[in-house]
């Protein structure tokens, strides 16, 4: 069997003395794996790092075999990351949500589309962490538990939404949220609209609200904890966000 399609990186591991095997998604073709032969090479290593886009070949003597990979750099992308600590952590915090939670084998055209999205805006928009946190929701949605943040729960009213219930993942009124604000979790005014200009405080309130239906709904039926490379860019970004300036 084989197949030709182009991929990102999500992760890679040595796999005896020489090769590596590499996830990536695809295309067409979903979060897929395959043996890289002579992947620990240097010179190979740094092109298959995470992040990074390739034209890929996979072949196997039947379907459900790991199979070999071949290919070709498209986007280097990783290596437009290395001097930037917090983007890098944040290229490694999506790439370790997609390897997580996407099924394997499963074709997943948005969600590639949208990683690719967030991968380009770490390289050239200042946007880049409100990009950050719409690829989570997004990634929610792409796996069954979207959030509807389009009316009020309660009242169905669509405007002056400022909350989210746990439970129901809707969107909850200022007045309506009131006597429950502890309860509830923030909704960031950019999840609404796309002109809004966020506080620090939003990006950090709209991962809070991302990670929660993240570990509630994706991980904890598996009992599987949120990946620590998302824990390790939400500390970063908490801690660069807290310096005034």
């Known amino acids: 069997m084989q197949w030709d399609d182009e991929g990102i990186v999500l992760a890679s591991r040595a796999h005896g003395e020489r090769a590596l095997v590499v996830q990536l998604l695809t295309r067409e073709h979903g979060r897929h794996a395959g043996l890289l032969r002579g992947g620990q090479s240097p010179k190979t290593r740094a092109h298959w790092q995470i992040g990074n886009r390739l034209t890929v070949t996979w072949r196997a003597r039947l379907a459900e075999h ?8 498209m986007d280097a992308y990783a290596a437009r990351l ?11 915090s999506a790439t370790a949500l997609a390897a997580s939670a996407l099924p394997e084998r499963e074709p997943h055209p948005r969600a590639y589309r949208l990683l690719l999205h967030l991968i380009e805006a770490l390289g050239a928009d200042d946007r880049w962490a409100i990009v950050y946190v719409e690829w989570e929701i997004a990634l929610l949605e792409e796996l069954g538990f979207g959030l509807d943040l ?19 993942g809707q969107a909850v009124s200022e007045a309506a949220g009131a006597p429950y604000r502890e309860k509830l979790l923030p909704l960031p005014g950019f999840l609404r609209s ?15 609200l991302a990670g929660f239906f993240l570990e509630q709904r994706v991980f904890a039926p598996h009992q599987h904890k ?20």
């Open 66 to 73: 790991l199979g070999f990979l071949t290919g070709e750099v």
């Open 82 to 92: 290395l001097d930037d600590p917090l983007r890098l952590a944040a290229l490694a």
């Open 150 to 168: 389009s009316s009020c729960a309660a009242t169905g009213a669509t405007e002056d939404l400022v909350y989210v219930s746990p439970r129901s």
């Open 194 to 208: 796309a002109e809004a200009r966020p506080e620090p405080q939003e990006v950090l309130d709209g991962l809070r």
């Open 226 to 245: 949120l990946p620590a490379a998302r824990s390790r860019y939400v500390d970063a970004l908490t801690k660069v966000l807290a310096i005034p300036g």
